[in-house]
Each structure stands twice: as C-alpha cells, then as structure tokens.
C-alpha cells in the first residue's frame, strides 16, 4: 500500500512539472489592411479598393476605420471590432456593413466574408510601406467655393482641355465616387466634380428640407459653376442628382448646354402624374397638413384645405400598393441608425419636388433590369425572380414615362447593369457621354 501511495506521488509530483502546451498567442491586428471587392457578374464587374484602419482600443480591445477609397478618401469609424482568437470580426452600422473572417497563421492576412446586402468574399491584406495604396490617388486638384453663407463645396478638378463637363454624385457619395472614370472623361472635356453639401468635405448645415430641397441642391450646383466661371458646362449626375439636373433643365436651362442623367431619371428627376411616388407624394401630403392650423388666417387655411380635398387618394393608395410589393420581395435589412449623414440623407430625400419636361437636351442612361448586386448570390431562385419582376414593373415604366415627357431627349437602356452604371458599365457610359457632346452646339 504504501508502494502504491508512493508511486501516485511521484507521477502527481512529474506531473505538476510536465510544460503546458504554449497558447497561440492573439495577432496584433494594428495598421492598415487592404483588399478589394469584385461587385456586380461579369462581363460589368466592378471593382471597390476598401481599407482598413486598426489600432488597440483599452475599452474594447480594438477600434478602427474603414474606407472605400474608390468611393470617398473620407473614412467611417467602424461601430465595432472583435477578435476572439484568429477569429476577426467588424460592423459599420451606418452603412449595414459586417465582416467576418479568420486570420492567418503569419497575422498578415484575414481571408472572409464581407455583408452589404448580400455576401461578397473579401481578403485584407497588411500593408506595407511599399504596397500602402495611396487612398486619393486620382489626379485632381482639391478646392473647395462659397454657394451661400457658410456654405462650402468640395471641387474636384481633373483638368482637360475640352467643353467642361460637371458630375455630380447619388446620395451620400461625394465627387470621389467618379475618381475612375474623370480620368478618361478628362482626354476631351476639362472634368469637375462637385460633391453635395452635407457630405463628404463640403459644409453640413442644420438637416432640414430648407436646407435640402432639390432647388437649394440645384442653386448650389449653379453657384459653384458660376463661382469656376464655367461656359455652358454639361451637368451630369448619378441617382437622386438627377433632381438637381432636373431642377436646371427646367428652371435655368440656358445656364447648360446639356444634361446627363446616370441612372437618374426616377421620379425624383421625372414626376410621372399616372404613377406617382410615394416619397414625394407623401412629403406634399406631411407639408400641407402641417401648414393647416387654426393659427393661420382664414385666407391660408382655405387655399390648403382646397389642396387637400385634391388629393389623389386613389394614387397614393396605389403608392402605398407598389413599395408593399416591394418590401415583399425584398430581404430584411436593419433598421437605419440615426446617424447625422442619415439625418441629412433624410432631409434631401423629404426635399425631393415634381418635375416635368426639361428644355434643354437631355441623355438618360437607365440600367434596366438591374444586377442585384451581392445580395444575388444569397437569394433563392424565386426571390431572386420576384426581385427581378419588380425591378422591371417600377424601372421599365419610369423608362417610358420619362422618355414620353422628354421626347427630345436621348434615352440609353444597359441591361444587368448596377445602379452605378458609370462603374460596371464604363466603356458604354463614356461611348453614350462622347456620342451625345458631339451633338451639342459649341
């Protein structure tokens, strides 16, 4: 027995002093890492260079910020950041970001999935100081000017010796966004690009529909071509800029000398009165019932109850029918946050109005049907048919519609095109631009 107790000692004493096996220790995520998205099917297949910038955080053990620098130099601070072993994670709520991925053995890469709406594969990669991308690296001249008081836009300009032509960018882009394709714009006309206020550099004042209104937007946009003593720019923009094209076309059009509209004639930038729109629709009907107090004098309040008792309720119905049908097919998506940039997203969208025909000549690029993006690849079949039926019953209609209200101008139809149809599209996009200035008077 006491051989036994013996022996037991001396393996529990050998055990004690047996080497526990070493713990991978966690890798040190601090710098910048780099990869690149590949959105939208081939053969419009559009590239996004997105970075990543990480550092230790004594809260939550790491911070960070990202970019996608094909689409703004302007970096968001990431909502959070987690490392649980190799296993890496990050979300940007603002704009329903989420990654997941798994780092390295050596720590130098992080190979996952990156989430916007669907899932795209994405591989950062660490930066060195000789493959650290340059995140402005499009050659453009920065400088901002005055559109109203303490009010100031960032200009871009490419240079280029022709006609000048103005860009304008869609909601919450900046003028960066066309960093790719100015460049080549830039062989024959003398590129700027504009980017909108409350985004980006430009000045941010207080989000309110005064601020926002598609008039404002389209002042601004003339204050700064007046400021750059531009000659007749041709003025093209990218989604809701064609409320700000719309707005010039139809209040100011002897100030250009043509219109562009990049997947930008949605009703925003052409009211169809058959059709209607939900947002702009509604926005009237808030503005009217808002204004009708006891308050007012007797004069006012009958001249907008006049109004009221006009209201299609019949069409708002059908508005109301048409986004149920939408958000019928469409996958959840979180509820925005409230953010100042969706505060002020918010306010140009309320400041949206009804347009008509421009007088002035007009190319409209409409993608149609659209490519789905990444979501595509997450969706079943049927879903996937049900979103490409209502992308056609709301985009082929607008398409006509704006085509019978602008019959002087040129409409251009990419199929499986994306919404960025200067990005997928390119080569069509600068053919059409080149194709539509040679019509133009000089």
Known sequence: MKKTLGLLACVLALATFVPLQAQTPAPNLTGTWQGTLQAGQEPHVAHFRVVLHLSPDPKSGWKGEMLSIDQSPTPSPLTSVTLNGTDFAFALDAFHVKYHGTVSEDGNSIKGTFTQGGDLPLTFERATATTEWKIDSSPHKVQFVNVEKDVKLEVLDWGGQGRPLVLLAGLGGTAHVFDQI?????????????????????????????????????????????????????????????????????????????????????????????????????????????????????????????????????????????????????????????????????????????????????????????????????LKPEQRAAMEAMDADTTGPQVKAFQLGNPNAKVVVLAHASHAVFASNEADVLREIDSFAATLKQ
Do not use: W
């Open 182 to 378: 100015a460049p080549k714009l830039a062989t024959k006309f003398h590129v700027i690009g504009i980017t909108r206020r409350g985004f980006g550099a430009s000045s941010v004042p207080e989000p309110t529909v005064a601020n926002y209104s598609a008039q404002r937007l389209g002042d601004d946009v003339l204050a700064a071509i007046h400021e750059l003593k531009l000659e007749k720019p041709i003025v093209g923009g990218h989604s809701i800029a064609g409320e700000e094209l719309s707005y010039i076309g139809t209040a100011h059009p002897d100030q250009v000398a043509g219109l562009i509209y990049l997947d930008a004639g949605y009703p925003y930038a052409y009211y169809d009165a058959s059709r209607g729109d939900l947002s702009i629709d509604t926005a009237e009907l808030q503005h009217d019932l808002k204004q009708l107090t006891l308050f007012s004098p007797a004069s006012e309040q009958k001249k907008i109850i006049d109004q009221l008792q006009n209201v299609d309720l019949p069409a708002l119905q059908k508005d109301l029918e048409v986004t149920k049908k939408r958000l019928a097919v469409t996958p959840e998506q979180p509820a925005l946050p409230d953010s100042p940039e969706m505060r002020v997203a918010a306010a140009v969208i309320q400041g949206e109005t009804k347009f008509s025909t421009v007088h002035c000549p007009a190319l409209a690029i409409f993608a149609s049907p659209h490519d789905l993006g990444p979501m595509a690849a997450s």
